[in-house]
């Protein structure tokens, strides 16, 4: 079981940038595809974006697209979320998560933004966007 740690959340106001990252352990990162979820407080999970394990596919949820840029370094078991041009409405946890398969050779968006299809979830990391 692979452990997942997030990092680089904060307050930042409305029009900033925050980039996330989520290191990995204990497991084969480069052979996992990798997403990025948030949860608001009273809603439900929501998906943001998801990556390949070779990083050459991403998927990102309307809300997000032109504004976030998912990215991964396989050689340092490292997930990246590069979110630009932060809204108020952007807060929430921020979580990684990890692929149950391994080796997968198929993806779609559909498939990947669902949470089942991962396995192992980081604790989150906070972002909060001031007005």
């Known amino acids: 079981q692979a452990q997942l740690v997030e990092s680089g959340g904060g307050l930042v106001q409305a029009g900033g940038s925050l980039r996330l990252s989520c290191a990995t352990s204990g497991g084969t990162f480069s052979s996992h595809g990798m997403g990025w979820f948030r949860q608001a407080p009273g809603l439900e999970r929501e998906f943001v974006a998801a990556?390949?394990?070779?990083?050459?596919?991403?998927y990102y949820e309307d809300f997000v697209k032109g504004r976030f840029t998912i990215s991964r370094d396989n050689a340092k078991n490292t997930l990246y979320l590069q979110m630009n041009s932060l809204q108020p409405e952007d807060t929430a946890v921020y979580y990684c998560a990890q692929d149950r398969r391994m080796s997968r050779t198929y993806y779609s968006r559909r498939f990947m933004s669902q949470p089942e299809t991962y396995a192992d979830w980081g604790q989150g990391t906070q972002v909060t966007v001031s007005k």
């Open positions: 990556i390949s394990r070779s990083g050459n596919i991403t």
